[in-house]
T-cell receptor, first 113, second 114 residues
Framework: EAQVTQNPRYLITVTGKKLTVTCSQN?????MSWYRQDPGLGLRQIYY???????DKGDVPEGYKVSRKEKRNFPLILESPSPNQTSLYFC????????????FGEGSRLTVL | GENVEQHPSTLSVQEGDSAVIKCTYS??????FPWYKQELGKRPQLIID?????GEKKDQRIAVTLNKTAKHFSLHITETQPEDSAVYFC?????????????FGSGTQLTVLP
């Protein structure tokens, strides 16, 4: 089954404790992206990757890191989480360029206390 | 970067009526405009898209129109049904050099009243 898998789905953590949200896709997509969803703000892009070893900042990259060492994986790293990073995070992938369906993961709800 | 504005933020219609959601974008280099539907607690899913060389596209009860001169595009849903209740997001893709950035609007909560 074609899918984008994110883990963890739910996480409560404390300020400053490094965490990683993993994302994996099995569709051989070149393009992958991370979004955060906040009420009234829609989906805001954090980082995206056109292909392996190629990443670019989106609209809200501050406080986040990503890596793309393999085509299928695109982890999101929060080196020192803060409460303003409490949000619902979505990973997504598509063929390149993304002028076709963007497949989203189920989302990861992160709470930073 | 691209800026996409979406209106209205909430929309209530009676079952069977039509619903229209509008988006404007800022960068004339944008060339691809998808619409996503997100049901409560679910992930966003593509429902229709349009490319910049087309003015209108229709798929059963949903249609999208694009006005490149005015830099706005709209989603039209006819004969609305309760299952159309969801949050709808528009988006615009800008291609600049090697960069490809898909920017979303802030979303419209559509409620179809039975």
């Amino acid at each position: 089954e074609a899918q984008v898998t994110q883990n963890p789905r739910y996480l409560i953590t404390v300020t400053g404790k490094k965490l990683t949200v993993t994302c994996s896709q099995n569709m051989n997509h070149e393009y992958m992206s991370w979004y955060r969803q906040d009420p009234g703000l829609g989906l805001r892009q954090i980082y995206y990757s056109m292909n392996v070893e190629v990443t670019d900042k989106g609209d809200v990259p501050e406080g986040y890191k990503v890596s793309r060492k393999e085509k299928r994986n695109f982890p999101l790293i929060l080196e020192s989480p803060s409460p303003n990073q409490t949000s619902l995070y979505f990973c997504a992938s598509s063929f390149n360029p993304p002028t076709g369906e963007l497949f989203f993961g189920e989302g990861s709800r992160l709470t930073v206390l | 970067g691209e800026n996409v504005e979406q209106h209205p933020s909430t929309l209530s219609v009676q079952e069977g009526d039509s619903a229209v959601i509008k988006c404007t974008y800022s960068d004339s280099a944008s060339n691809y405009f998808p619409w996503y539907k997100q049901e409560l607690g679910k992930r966003p899913q593509l429902i229709i898209d349009i490319r910049s060389n087309v003015g209108e596209k229709k798929d059963q009860r949903i249609a999208v129109t694009l006005n490149k001169t005015a830099k706005h595009f709209s989603l039209h849903i006819t004969e609305t049904q309760p299952e159309d209740s969801a949050v709808y997001f528009c988006a615009a893709l800008i291609s600049s050099g090697s960069a490809r950035q898909l920017t979303f609007g802030s979303g419209t909560q559509l409620t179809v009243l039975p």
